[in-house]
């Protein structure tokens, strides 16, 4: 029952933006910590930002000061604003919701619920 749809990718130049994001349905949204993960074809998948229930936010150290989290409760959405974009930022991205523990905010494994991802390609 529980539906994580993303939406909002596509293909920018370096230096470009782009807005994520990740209607949630099928259970209490605001109870959750929700999160974005991503993935590039031969690499692990990694977290890059998480915000949990009460709005506190982590974001990947590769990821700081270009990424804002943002959640919206009343829709039931979260976001991804994705700033100063570059070539390493490409990767199917992920939205996730879960209880993580707070010490493992970006670990995938702490994460219960997830959608079917949306491709981001920035060229150089």
């Known amino acids: 029952q529980v539906q994580l749809v993303e939406s909002g990718g596509g293909s920018v130049q370096s230096g470009g933006s782009l807005r994520l994001s990740c209607a949630a349905s099928?259970?209490?949204?605001?109870?959750?910590?929700m999160a974005w993960f991503r993935q590039a074809p031969g690499k692990e998948r990694e977290g890059v930002a998480a915000m949990d229930s009460d709005g506190s936010t982590t974001y990947a150290e590769s990821v700081k000061g270009r990424f804002t989290i943002v959640r919206d409760n009343d829709k039931g959405t979260l976001y991804l604003q994705m700033n100063s974009l570059k070539p390493e930022d490409t990767a199917m991205y992920y939205c996730?919701?879960?209880?993580?523990?707070?010490?493992?905010?970006?670990?995938?494994?702490?994460?219960?619920?997830w959608g079917q991802g949306t491709q981001v390609t920035v060229s150089s």
């Open positions: 099928g259970y209490t949204y605001g109870v959750y910590c």
């Open positions: 996730a919701a879960g209880v993580p523990r707070w010490y493992l905010r970006l670990h995938q494994d702490e994460y219960r619920y």
